[in-house]
């Protein structure tokens, strides 16, 4: 072919080569996770440019002045999605789970003092200065990028008022500027009730006053509800999804996590993104959810961090045709910052493949929260979101137990995370 210097490449301002394989977890792969043996990726400021062997990449676009990023022989995968977290809460609950992994129950808990479970973060929370909330919170991001994720969902809920819910959506935003984590907002007024008005009152007042100030000061993009038995039922919960729905505020629900109430029906009626958890959830739900569209977001660190009795039944969702996506539940109750952990977990505890599960927790993921066009997977025209590993082959994330930190992590173009020494 001869050179046309009117056509000219675009020029690329970095590119990754040097990789054992490239994943690009993109749409339409077979093999699920879209393997090139060798691999590149060449990015244009924030945006991917071309991905491909290093000679499709060099023909596609001008490497010349650009920055070389060298995966070391390490895979390239597209930054993790963590799509479920609370990630913004005071302190911890130690004391709880030391208690509870050698089998104190509630009865025990309470003799020993302890406080327990979402009313003791919502009280520690109405103490805890907005500096320790800031702090703590760019902590925990701060391992989760050097694990390889790029975008975290993060869900208020320990506010349990107007004010209070306000505030741990305004530290997300807070958050979206100061760090390279790319914070996506959740509503999650209906995370538990208020132990100063009755029940009634609450949930009129995530109606009638959380969720409008939620929308006017466009602090949020999702309205989750809990909807589960000792929470919501499904009648509070469908009150509350619709009148998010409204305003704009796109539905996620926490249901069947502790017992069967019909709050997958719900999500497939009312066509939610994501249902979350769905440890309870009966078989013929499962193809209810897949016609509606609805993503099944399931966390095995959450029922690992639990004891869970009735772990997800996560084949047969997928015999079942649904969509999964993974994601840590990082909350007081499960304090995880690690997707590799996740898919581990996913792997040998839940019968995910490593294709399977890698796929849940980049592009899967991306579809629980709408943003599969932009992130998920490593297309030309997505964000230069990117983690590399020094792992020979994508299936070592699941089997290389607890040892895991990125290489390198680069978010929207920039390398923002390199490993101080490689093993
Ligand atoms: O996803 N289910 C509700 N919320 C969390 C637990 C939050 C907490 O323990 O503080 C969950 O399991
Ligand atoms: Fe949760």
């Known amino acids: 072919m001869s050179r046309d ?10 590119f990754v080569n040097g990789a054992s394989e490239v994943l690009t977890c993109a749409p339409g792969a077979a093999d699920l996770v879209g393997r090139i043996p060798g691999g590149a990726v060449a990015m244009a400021g924030d945006r991917i440019l071309a991905v491909g062997s290093d000679s499709e990449v060099a023909a596609a676009c001008d490497l010349s002045g650009a920055e070389r990023i060298d995966a070391g022989g390490g895979i390239v995968i597209p930054g993790f999605v963590d799509c479920h977290t609370h990630l913004i809460f005071p302190g911890s609950r130690v004391a709880e789970y030391s208690a509870r992994v050698t089998g104190a129950g509630p009865e025990d808990l309470k003799n020993l003092g302890i406080p327990t479970g979402i009313p003791a973060t919502v ?42 819910e306000l505030r741990m959506l305004e530290i997300n935003r807070r958050l979206q500027n100061d760090q390279f984590i790319d914070v996506v907002s959740t509503f999650l007024g209906a995370h538990e009730f208020p132990e100063d008005r009755s ?18 000061a466009e602090l949020a993009e999702f309205n989750d509800v809990f909807c589960d038995e000792g929470y919501y039922t499904v009648g509070e919960s469908r009150r509350i999804l619709e009148a998010g729905l409204e305003k704009g505020l796109k539905a996620k629900i926490h249901t069947d996590e502790y017992s069967h109430m019909g709050g997958s029906k719900l999500a497939a009626e009312l066509k939610a993104v994501s249902a979350d958890h769905l440890n309870y959830t ?31 039944n996560a084949r047969a969702m997928m015999d079942a045709g649904m969509i999964l996506a993974l994601a840590t539940d990082l909350c007081p109750g499960c304090w995880l910052e690690s997707m590799p952990f996740v898919i581990q977990l996913a792997c040998r505890l839940y019968r995910f493949s490593p294709a399977e599960a890698l796929r849940a927790g980049t592009y899967g993921a991306a579809l629980a929260l709408n943003r599969e066009k932009e992130i998920g997977s490593l297309e030309p025209g997505k964000r230069a979101d990117i983690a590399i590993f020094d792992l020979p082959q994508y299936q070592d994330l699941a089997y290389r137990l607890g040892r895991s930190g990125a290489r390198t992590v680069i978010a929207a173009g920039n390398v923002v995370h390199t490993a101080a020494s490689q093993g």
Request: glycine share 8%.
């Open 123 to 164: 009280r520690m929370m109405e103490n805890a200065s907005q500096d320790e909330l800031i702090e703590s919170a760019l902590e925990r991001l701060g391992h989760m990028l050097r694990f390889g994720t790029t975008t975290v969902e993060s869900k208020s809920g320990y506010g349990l008022s107007v004010k209070g």
């Open 282 to 312: 009966d078989d013929d739900e499962f193809a209810l959810l897949r016609d509606a569209g609805v993503i099944g977001v399931v966390m095995p660190g959450l029922d690992f961090a639990v004891g869970h009795s009735r772990p997800f």
């Open 5 to 14: 210097p009117h056509n000219k490449k675009p020029a690329a301002t970095r």
């Open 199 to 216: 029940r009634e009152r609450y949930v009129e007042e995530i109606i009638k006053e959380q969720i409008p100030a939620v929308v006017e």
